[in-house]
C-alpha cells in the first residue's frame, strides 16, 4: 500500500512563508501526479497545485505567483513553497498521489497538516 505523509505546516503571519513536505512510501512502481489540496472549515476540499512525473505544473488561480510546487522523484516528495502567504491560507493541506504500484492504480491522501496564517 502506497502511503502520503505531510509535514510542514504550522501558525505563520500574514505575509510569511511555509514549505510542505509530502513523502510517499511504500509498493511503488510509478508516481503519474502528485498534488497539493487544502480544505478550510466549512468548505469544500480544492485544488492547490498539481506536478506529473514530468515536471508539468497546474495552480488555482488564487495561488499562482506566490505558489510553487516541486517533487524529487529520487525521494518520492513533492513540495509546496508557500510564500506571501494570506488568512484566506488557512486551511488543511492534503498530499495526493497518483500511480501505479505494479499492480493496481492508486489514488491515495495524506492525513494533511495544517496551515494557519494569522492578520
Known amino acids: 500500500q502506497v502511503r502520503a505523509v505531510e509535514s510542514g505546516g504550522g501558525l505563520v503571519q500574514a505575509g510569511g512563508s511555509l514549505r510542505l513536505s509530502c513523502a510517499a512510501s511504500?509498493?511503488?512502481?510509478?508516481?503519474?501526479?502528485m498534488g497539493w489540496y487544502r480544505q478550510a472549515p466549512g468548505k469544500q476540499r480544492e485544488l492547490v497545485a498539481t506536478?506529473?512525473?514530468?515536471?508539468?505544473?497546474n495552480y488555482a488561480d488564487s495561488v499562482k505567483d506566490r505558489f510553487t510546487i516541486s517533487r524529487d522523484n529520487a525521494k518520492n516528495t513533492v513540495y509546496l513553497q508557500m510564500n506571501s502567504l494570506k488568512p484566506e491560507d488557512t486551511a488543511v493541506y492534503y498530499c495526493?498521489?497518483?500511480?501505479?504500484?505494479?499492480?493496481?492504480?492508486?489514488?491515495?491522501w495524506g492525513r494533511g497538516t495544517q496551515v494557519t496564517v494569522s492578520s
Open positions: 506536478i506529473t512525473s514530468g515536471g508539468s505544473t
Open positions: 511504500g509498493s511503488i512502481f510509478i508516481i503519474n501526479a
Open positions: 495526493n498521489l497518483k500511480g501505479y504500484d505494479g499492480k493496481y492504480n492508486f489514488d491515495n
